[in-house]
């Protein structure tokens, strides 16, 4: 995983190293960058290892939040970020299920879950967040489509830290599995 950055004269230049130079990276995938409190956050995704976060003051000096699913191994992907009420939210997504975990600074060793084990449904991953009508709505896709629980959900929460779902049959259509962004 490396951040590009695109240059005033049009050219683009790697802004971190591949894996953001960590030893316990071996994801593939930058798949969220994301503006909290004047810092640029980049969660890392899809490979053997945890997902990571990293967050930068300036585009190009990074710093780990967190290199091990936010203190969840199982945690193979941190996958959407957002703001809501004055925090920062991460999605993961695991086998066991997805989670969600806010923080008010961004800092290592601040964020609180809120949400775990994807309220039972299992093999599953946060693909966005939005606000509407004041409430915070997390879109999770199932991405292992043979299960008995392979269709694509909506949760929300009217605080951030409870949450319902909304979502669990995948507008019923057994097929719809993957949810992509809202």
Do not use: K
Request: glycine share 14%; net charge negative.
């Amino acid at each position: 995983a490396i951040v590009w950055r695109q240059e005033a004269d049009g050219s683009w230049s790697a802004v971190s190293e591949p894996g953001f130079g960590s030893e316990f990276s071996t994801n593939n995938a930058v798949t969220d960058l994301f503006v909290f409190d004047g810092q640029l956050y980049a969660c890392t995704a899809w490979s053997s290892s945890s997902g990571q976060l990293w967050r930068s003051p300036d585009g190009s000096t990074w710093e780990a939040v967190d290199e091990h699913g936010l203190g969840d191994p199982t945690n193979s992907n941190i996958s959407y970020m957002t703001e809501y009420g004055g925090m920062l939210y991460v999605g993961t997504g695991n086998d066991q299920g997805f989670q969600i975990w806010r923080s008010p600074s961004g800092d290592p060793l601040s964020w609180t879950n809120v949400l775990t084990e994807g309220m039972g449904i299992t093999d599953t991953s946060v693909t966005s967040f939005a606000e509407f009508n004041g409430m915070l709505y997390a879109a999770v896709e199932n991405y292992r489509t043979d299960s008995q629980n392979g269709v694509a959900s909506i949760f929300r929460s009217v605080d951030g830290e409870t949450w319902e779902a909304v979502v669990t049959d995948g507008f019923g259509q057994p097929g719809n599995w993957s949810t992509g962004g809202m």
